[in-house]
């Protein structure tokens, strides 16, 4: 069984800031805001939300197909994702423009800033979905917004059962828009600030969304996840990490585990078990794919 995986492919410019960005902002002065950090440590990682929840699928042992949008500069990228084992199939490369790039910087608390340049994500939609029988699932991640529309109409066409996962792209959309998501999607998966954002534009509740799919999921960083079905929540409690090193590319961690355990057929709540699992190792690492689930029970 192999998951299709909708979303970027993007080099991450990875920055940590010592100190803490809320003693360097001035609420009072937001609007002449000009502020600078000193940023001792930088790096350069492999990254985007379809590169990182594909690492994190393959790893466990599941058969990741990444479908992404490269610039001219993807060599580096393809050879990185056959080395891993990873089918290109889907990768297409794009000439004129940069692979997606994003600048993170992160505080000594673990918040972040990121600027992120779409670069040829932005004609993701170019590539289309059918219907194959070796495709069994899918994921919507964060992407251009016409190939996160075009894709979620493509999937649902074909018959694929898909977990629509907004992210950062949840602004892009309004409330009829992300409805209509919910209603083509199997599953639905955010973050805390993401799901109050989702229920805020559509009026719908999380009880009222996980009528609508079979399953919402809200992750809730050090505090575990909430698995919604069918109006009933479960608090799936978190797995404490051996060190809180980078929280970058976390959250695609705990996708690719969710991926996993849907490809298994497990619950929903056996499925978030593994993603808090997988969620606590990647955070103990930097960068979001420089991590292992060696030692790692998956049962």
């Known amino acids: ?18 100190g803490r960005f809320a003693e360097q902002i001035l609420p009072d002065q937001l609007h002449i805001l000009n502020v600078s950090f000193l940023v001792p440590a930088l790096r350069r990682d492999f990254g985007g939300c379809a590169g990182n929840i594909a690492y994190s699928l393959k790893v466990l042992g599941g058969t990741p197909l990444p479908m992404a949008t490269l610039g001219t500069d993807a060599g580096d ?4 994702l056959e080395t891993l084992g990873i089918s290109t199939e889907f990768v297409r490369q794009v000439s004129d423009t940069y692979t997606a790039q994003a600048m993170i910087m992160t505080d000594r608390d673990n918040n972040q800033i990121t600027a992120f340049h779409p670069g040829a994500m932005m004609q993701a939609h170019i590539t289309q979905i059918e219907k194959r029988s070796d495709i069994k699932l899918a994921i919507i991640s964060p992407d251009g917004r016409d190939a996160m529309v075009q894709h979620a109409e493509q999937l649902k066409a074909a018959d694929i059962p898909f977990v629509f996962d907004p992210g950062q792209g949840l602004p892009m959309f309004d409330g009829a828009d992300l409805s209509r ?24 509740s999380h009880a009222d969304i996980s009528r609508r799919v079979q ?32 929280p970058t590319g976390c959250g695609d961690a705990w996708r690719g585990a969710l991926l996993f355990g849907l490809e298994q057929g497990w619950s929903l709540a056996k499925c978030a078990a593994l993603g808090n699992q997988v969620g606590a190792l990647k955070i103990a690492q930097r960068g979001p794919q420089n991590y292992s689930v060696e030692g790692l029970t998956i049962a």
């Open 1 to 18: 069984m192999a998951s299709l995986i909708c979303g970027s492919l993007a080099f991450d410019s990875i920055m940590s800031f010592e």
């Open 77 to 80: 990228y393809l050879q990185r």
């Open 181 to 204: 998501f919910i209603d083509q999607a199997t599953w639905v998966t955010v973050n805390d600030y993401e799901g109050k954002m989702l229920s805020d534009r559509t009026g719908l």
């Open 215 to 246: 399953g919402l999921i809200v992750t809730l960083g050090a505090e575990g996840c909430e698995v919604w079905v069918d109006g009933e929540k479960t608090l799936v409690p978190p797995v404490k990490a051996a060190a809180v090193v980078d």
